[in-house]
């Protein structure tokens, strides 16, 4: 008890108020890109419950996007048991990422009306509607003052998960606006201004580094007046408070907690008006939730009773992320990224096996490999297609997906039968090889086709920049992505990894020229 109650004295201190203050603060806890962490709920709660229950502040929490998928928890409910830890969080707005999308909006539609949290999107439209399909903003009263939540998401998602957003036959079904994404954000802030709100938080998953179509949130705070903070997501950074100039010139903070609760983040709103951001780890807030405990407590049971059985074993970690909890996977060949690929095109016997970075999501730590470490490390619904690529072609993906490298980008591909050099400066891709039956490789034919595995998501849904959408399918398979993976562990490599993936294998080779 001694431990709580002087944490709770801190954060009142970081607070700017004490308990016999007349006029209270306002605290907006926060997280984004919580990707299935579900541990991490009941912290955040139980720290808001306390500071409510301290009378020091006004406390709520929000959510910044990317909570249906990431991990075993969301691919073996689709998102249903997110949903159910969501519906006790009483949180008062969360907007939108682009993993919210990975289901279809039919399932992100019914698993977001059974959380009865307000979502704020301020930039998606059903195709041709004149509204919002979401409401742009909510309005929050705390004591005299009145808070705004407005809801961005990023329009890269239309990329990513554009299987969502477009028919079988290309034809749009919902639009994230992305022409028009700056100034629909300005309308939603001055129609809350307009409404009365004396304070506007932009609940944003946009992410700090621009992406394929130039969009950032740096870049939304210097298209735009209004905006006090700005709570961001979907690059997964550990961002305490950057200070970014607005279309006035005035300087707004930026924040954004990491990924999967690794952070708590704390925005003060003091009764003068002055905001600051902190972010808190996770595993030093003392309080919990004892209801939301209860309940991420049942789901591990349920979750275990699935995943539990052993498939393989590693003496290596199969490498996805660094120290740093970065992606690395997405911008350089690993050994997870080469054992995949080979996963694939064993089980579709293709001349090339290719995922794109973005969809290997978590490392898998030596020792033993479980079913639920492969549904890990493959969390989404994908199944395997075998399509016809002409040389063109594979050398237009290639380029174009590696086109980013160093910064980070879910589409760059990791690949089995293949080898290649990056350019990083140049942004070009030569020294293609194939690799030959007998093992060996010769240079790519340019006047020939060759079969591919892939996830039907980087067939049609929005992987590799949509470069092999119209290519043939050979063949279609009802095998799901992380069910080639166990298959391969079990049945080809019988039951371990052994040496050669111990390392990357060295088909990509990245030059700074």
Not at 130 to 137: G, T, V
Not at 337 to 342: C, E, F, K, P, R
Request: charged letters at 20%; glycine letters at 8%; a negative charge.
């Amino acid at each position: 008890m001694m431990k709580k109650n002087l944490f709770l004295s801190m954060v009142a201190l970081m607070m700017g108020c004490n308990v016999i203050c007349a006029q209270k603060s306002i605290v907006i806890l926060y997280e984004n890109d919580a990707h299935c962490g579900i541990d991490g709920y009941t912290k955040i709660a139980g720290l808001r419950d306390a500071i409510n229950r301290s009378d020091t502040a006004y406390a709520a929490a929000v959510c910044c996007g990317d909570f249906l998928q990431g991990n075993t928890t969301g691919a073996i409910s689709k998102g249903q048991y997110i949903a159910d830890i969501l519906r006790q969080m009483d949180y008062h707005a969360l907007t939108l990422g682009n993993h919210e999308f990975d289901y279809g909006v039919p399932r992100m539609l019914q698993l977001l009306e059974q959380t009865g949290i307000p979502v704020v999107c301020a930039n998606l439209y059903e195709a041709g509607e004149p509204q919002p399909l979401f409401a742009p903003y909510v309005i929050h009263e705390y004591g005299h003052k009145k808070v705004a939540y407005v809801g961005a998401c990023t329009p890269e998602t239309m990329i990513l998960e554009g299987y969502s957003f477009y028919d079988t036959n290309g034809i749009l079904l919902y639009d994230l606006k992305p022409k028009a994404f700056y100034q629909l954000i300005q309308r939603a802030v001055d129609k809350a201004r307009a409404e009365g709100a004396d304070y506007v938080v932009l609940l944003s998953h946009v992410g700090e580094t621009p992406q394929s179509m130039g969009i950032s949130s740096y870049r939304l705070v210097n298209h735009t007046r209004g905006i006090d903070v700005v709570l961001d997501g979907h690059s997964h950074e550990i961002i305490e408070n950057a200070r970014i100039k607005n279309l006035d010139g005035k300087e707004i903070t930026v924040t954004q907690t990491g990924t999967q609760f690794a952070n708590v983040g704390k925005l003060v709103i003091t009764p003068d008006g002055h905001c600051t951001t902190h972010l808190i780890k996770s595993k030093d807030i003392p309080y919990e939730n004892a209801k939301i405990t209860a309940t991420v407590d049942s789901i591990h049971k349920m979750v275990k009773a699935v995943t539990s059985e052993v498939v393989a074993h590693s003496d290596y970690t199969l490498v996805v992320s660094d120290e740093n909890d970065q992606w690395i996977v997405r911008g350089e060949e690993t050994n997870a990224g080469d054992l995949v690929a080979d996963a694939y095109r064993y089980a579709m016997k293709a001349d090339i096996g290719l995922e794109n970075g973005g969809g290997i999501r978590n490392d898998i730590h030596a020792g033993d490999i479980t079913y639920g470490d492969i549904i890990g490390m493959l969390p989404y619904d994908n199944t395997l297609r075998r399509i016809s690529v002409t040389a063109e072609q594979l050398k237009q993906m290639l380029t174009r997906c590696t086109a980013l490298v160093p910064v980070l980008d879910g589409n760059f591909p990791q690949c089995s039968g293949l080898r290649f050099t990056i350019h990083s400066k140049s942004h070009r891709v030569s020294d293609i090889e194939i690799q030959r039956v007998d093992g060996s490789y010769a240079p790519i034919d340019m006047q020939r086709t060759y079969s591919v595995a892939l996830t039907n998501y980087n067939h049609e849904g929005g992987g590799f920049f949509d470069c092999f959408k119209k290519c043939v399918v050979l063949q279609e398979s009802s095998l799901r992505y992380y069910e080639a993976l166990s298959d391969y562990l079990r049945n080809v490599l019988g039951g371990t990894t052994g040496r050669s993936y111990a390392k990357p294998q060295g088909r990509i080779k990245i030059i700074d020229d």
